[in-house]
């Protein structure tokens, strides 16, 4: 389903479908972070990616919460933004030899993927307010805490020592 299709009449449909489509993006980022952690060389790297790895497990869970506590099918549509996200960084991750570059490409494309979700929870939150669905909200900001937060380490990771390596 395209975002503006007719099945979507209003701001109730457009919540509903694009807790379908984080859905679907939190399930597709449960399979390629531990593919992440296994091409990352720096340990605090591959730590990292395996402790959001557990944080995106609960989201997974919030958001079907979210459904239950909405009234709407837990169900995922697909999200063309993650996939091309997810298969870039793949095709980037192949093609670079160097580790260290390496790792900093993986930052990257973890980022890209943390930008999309910080978008996409932001909006939800904004959403479920609007809808007077607070307690949705509270549940959803929940999660944009955790997404703001580990793009915020990734950065601090990048720039304190992963960046420094990759151009010496």
Same mark, same amino acid.
């Given at each position: 389903? #395209?975002?503006?299709?007719? $099945?979507?009449?209003?701001?109730? $449909?457009?919540?509903?479908?694009?807790?379908? $489509?984080?859905?679907?993006? /939190?399930?597709?980022?449960?399979?390629?972070?531990?593919?992440?952690?296994?091409?990352?060389? $720096?340990?605090?790297?591959?730590? #990292?990616?395996?402790?959001?790895?557990?944080?995106?497990? *609960?989201? &997974?869970?919030?958001?079907?919460?979210?459904? +239950?506590?909405?009234?709407?099918?837990? +169900?995922? &549509?697909?999200?063309?933004?993650?996939?091309?996200?997810?298969?870039?960084?793949?095709?980037?991750? #192949?093609?670079?030899?160097? +580790?260290?570059?390496?790792?900093?490409?993986?930052?990257?494309?973890? *980022?890209?993927? /943390?930008?999309?979700?910080?978008?996409?929870?932001?909006?939800?939150?904004?959403?479920? +307010?609007?809808? #007077?669905?607070?307690?949705?909200?509270? &549940?959803?900001?929940?999660? =944009?805490?955790? /997404?703001?937060?580990?793009?915020?380490? =990734?950065?601090?990771?990048?720039?304190?020592? &992963?960046?420094?390596?990759?151009?010496?």
């Amino acid at each position: 389903m #395209g975002l503006f299709t007719k $099945d979507i009449k209003t701001m109730n $449909d457009l919540f509903v479908h694009q807790l379908q $489509d984080i859905y679907y993006a /939190e399930q597709q980022l449960t399979k390629a972070l531990p593919k992440m952690a296994d091409k990352a060389t $720096d340990p605090q790297l591959k730590q #990292g990616f395996l402790t959001h790895l557990e944080e995106t497990k *609960q989201h &997974v869970k919030r958001l079907e919460e979210v459904f +239950k506590m909405h009234g709407a099918q837990v +169900k995922a &549509v697909d999200c063309p933004a993650i996939d091309g996200i997810i298969e870039e960084a793949d095709e980037t991750a #192949g093609e670079v030899a160097d +580790k260290a570059v390496l790792d900093a490409a993986l930052i990257n494309a973890a *980022q890209a993927a /943390e930008h999309y979700e910080i978008v996409r929870y932001g909006s939800l939150v904004a959403w479920a +307010k609007q809808l #007077g669905r607070n307690d949705c909200a509270a &549940v959803l900001a929940k999660t =944009l805490d955790e /997404e703001k937060a580990t793009d915020k380490k =990734l950065t601090t990771l990048a720039e304190s020592k &992963v960046n420094l390596r990759a151009a010496g």
